[in-house]
């Protein structure tokens, strides 16, 4: 999809109301990216990894980081709710 509003569009036009759609590249993939790159270490300085496991999985980890750079353009979260759905949530609450 081109934009977050053709996300939104899509989903309206499957029935969808209470639309919300939000780009969370910055949150959620940078902060995956960044959690994986310095995981090895952290692990190194927990002694949960050698010195040659730390080097090996921080080649491994900033490769996957890069990986995910390139292939994600954007991460989004989208949440909504199909009004039969809500309606019958609606009445087994009551």
């Not at 190194?44 to 491994?60: E, I, L, P, T, Y």
């Not at 353009?73 to 609450?93: N, S």
Request: with cysteine.
């Amino acid at each position: 999809m081109r934009d977050l509003d053709e996300y939104r569009r899509r989903m309206e036009k499957a029935g969808f109301v209470n639309i919300v759609v939000k780009d969370a590249t910055r949150a959620c993939l940078g902060g995956f990216r960044r959690h994986l790159s310095r995981w090895p270490a952290e692990e190194r300085r927990k002694r949960h990894m050698s010195f040659g496991q730390s080097v090996v999985a921080g080649v491994v980890s900033r490769s996957i980081a890069r990986y995910f750079a390139t292939v994600c353009r954007t991460y989004v979260i989208a949440a909504a709710t199909k009004p039969g759905l809500a309606d019958e949530q609606r009445l087994r609450a009551a």
